[in-house]
């Protein structure tokens, strides 16, 4: 046990474990001992270290990343990275209403707190209560300009259901789109709001996912106009994504062009969890529910290949999968895809070669829901509820001067 009693490490014959208490669940840290004899865990006493004995010698794990101070007792709502790296938006549930702020990734520094939204209202007339039945609407434009958000409620049948879009560079509201008007209706069996949004190039239009009886509708929408466009053709679906030229749209296994939207088999048939473009558009790339993810090129027309599921194996052993996919991001110089999963892990992947690189990077556990790249390729950036943004050092020349800063010397020969 920690010194504050937080955490708990386990061991045994196969790996080592941390457990944020009294939260359980899945562990926060998981190391593979590799067939090592585990004879003794120890915590140290001011540092975020944990020592494991193994034969004569002592093994130290720096968990400075996991154990961080960021971590929130009470999550956050939401949490979205714009595709360019570059801003966070954070959406809090307080007592009668949600706040949303954007922040800058480089410093965490807080760059706006956005109009409070309207909550939805019911066709009975009574306003909707925030508590456990709404939930927040977040989403970037693919360039990072512009940002949308409102409020959902799943299940619930409004007469009114605004989102605000945002002018992320300018610093103000650029127009309000109101999601539950009567012309947005197709037929008069009972819908759902939407409870998925994914913004277009420039924040100019919105496409939409919305429950019904039988499933997910989606639509496009005007936000200049403040108008639904297009009801698409199809059984629609809950994972959205626009193309960076706004010229294809992709719910689930369905892809939309020109109006047309054929079904189209992304990952072997399997659920898909989430999708994501590359920054120039010209790679897709698709995750589902047992871990893996295929890589297309971005018309879809040539799936380059599948990238296997590298997660650990479940700690509940009467899970058949490790973890379910939840974020996705490509590097802006497309070499690089980062996959996130609901168990805490990334997983950083060269997409030449489709081979992970390195093991998964250390996180402070808990669902990863959002990742982005900087706009060098360098630092990879991910978020969740309980940690809104995490940092890694990935380009070479800066890990090289952290383990030389580490060893206490920065003038480290070859030899040494």
Do not use: K
Not at 136 to 145: E, T
Not at 234 to 247: E, I, K, Q, Y
Not at 322 to 332: D, G, H, M, Q, R
Not at 366 to 373: M, P
């Amino acid at each position: 046990m920690s010194a504050n009693s937080a955490l708990l490490a386990t061991g045994d014959g196969q790996e080592i474990r941390v457990w944020r208490l009294p939260s359980g669940g899945v562990p926060v840290f998981r190391h593979s001992l590799d067939n090592e004899s585990l004879s003794g865990l120890a915590w140290h006493s001011s540092r975020p270290l944990l020592r494991y004995l193994e034969g004569g010698t002592v093994h130290t794990l720096d968990l400075t990343t996991t154990l961080t101070r960021a971590w929130r007792t009470s999550p956050f709502a939401g949490v979205r990275l714009s595709p360019d790296g570059r801003t966070l938006a954070t959406a809090e549930r307080t007592r009668d209403r949600y706040v949303f702020q954007l922040r800058s990734t480089r410093d965490g520094r807080l760059l706006r707190t956005l109009p409070t939204p309207s909550r939805p209202v019911f066709r009975t007339g009574i306003p909707t209560t925030l508590g456990d039945v709404t939930e927040p609407l977040l989403s970037f434009s693919p360039d990072g300009n512009a940002f949308a958000y409102g409020v959902s409620v799943p299940g619930g049948d409004t007469a009114s259901q605004r989102l605000t879009v945002w002018d992320v560079a300018a610093g103000r509201v650029r127009t309000t789109v109101d999601l539950a008007t009567a012309a947005a209706t197709p037929t008069a069996a009972y819908t759902e709001p939407r409870d998925t949004i994914a913004l277009g190039p420039g924040g100019r239009t919105l496409l939409t996912a919305r429950g019904t009886p039988d499933g997910f509708v989606n639509e496009t929408w005007d936000t200049t106009r403040g108008r639904r466009t297009t009801l698409l053709p199809g059984p629609g679906g809950g994972h959205l994504a626009v193309s960076p030229d706004g010229g294809l749209l992709v719910t689930d296994n369905r892809l939309v062009r020109a109006g047309r939207s054929p079904a189209h088999d992304l990952v072997q048939h399997d659920a898909v969890e989430r999708i994501a473009f590359a920054p120039d558009g010209s790679l897709l790339a698709a995750g589902d529910g047992t871990g893996r993810v295929a890589v297309w090129d971005g018309d879809l027309r040539h799936r380059a290949g599948i990238l296997r599921n590298v997660f650990l194996t479940p700690v509940d052993p009467s899970y058949d999968s490790a973890e379910t996919i939840t974020a996705l991001a490509f590097s802006p110089d497309g070499g690089t895809l980062a996959v996130g999963g609901d168990a805490g892990t990334v997983q950083l992947w060269d997409i030449a070669t489709r081979q992970p690189l390195g093991p998964s990077l250390p996180t402070p556990g808990g669902s990863v829901d959002t990742l982005a790249f900087s706009p060098d390729s360098t630092t990879p950036y991910a978020g969740g509820a309980y940690v809104p943004l995490q940092r890694y050092v990935v380009d070479p020349d800066r890990a090289v001067s952290l383990v030389c800063s580490r060893a206490g010397n920065t003038e480290l020969t070859r030899a040494q």
